[in-house]
């Protein structure tokens, strides 16, 4: 009768530790479940945004292909333009070619112009720094300077007092011991810094 009843009870036991596998294996089972269903989630989360991305460069990929068409249009157009002009360049070619004996003419004349502002220059700062004495001309390329910041130049210098004039040439580089000395070779000095300095 014992050892009926320990036969049962082992047996009951095996059953039991059966039965507590099964649910471990069904825990573990489910933890795998819910991990896959996470990572299913994060996977489809993942493509949405791979899809929005290549949706996006599809349309850029559109934008871009409109464009070089709209581009292709205006080069063609372009190329007809210019091949509208270049008879019309090569009629102005010929025209340029036959007026270099005038452009020869007007750029004497650009030197000469600078050449009388660079003298007025001169004469004015003789006057205000109580030089009269004439002063040579001075060669333009010395002071270089063209013709339209030379004049700018005469402009406001017409307008300054003796004092005024010492400031702006101390302001140019000018040393004061050139400014104080009242000579042509200084005024020769200033007249020329100040109309490099574009008053």
Known sequence: MADQLLIKLEKQRDEVESLHQIVTNVIQYGTDIGALKAENTFLKEENKKKDEQFQALMKKLEEATTGIQT????????TTTVGELTPKI???NTKMKNSLKTQGDLINKVEEARQRWVNRCIALINQKRGIHNPLRSVDPSNVGVD???TGEAVKKLETMKKGELDKVASQVGVPDSLIATNNMGSTRAIVEAIIRAQL
């Open 71 to 78: 581009l292709t249009t205006k080069v063609d157009e372009l």
């Open 147 to 149: 013709v339209e910041t």
């Open 90 to 92: 090569d009629k102005l």
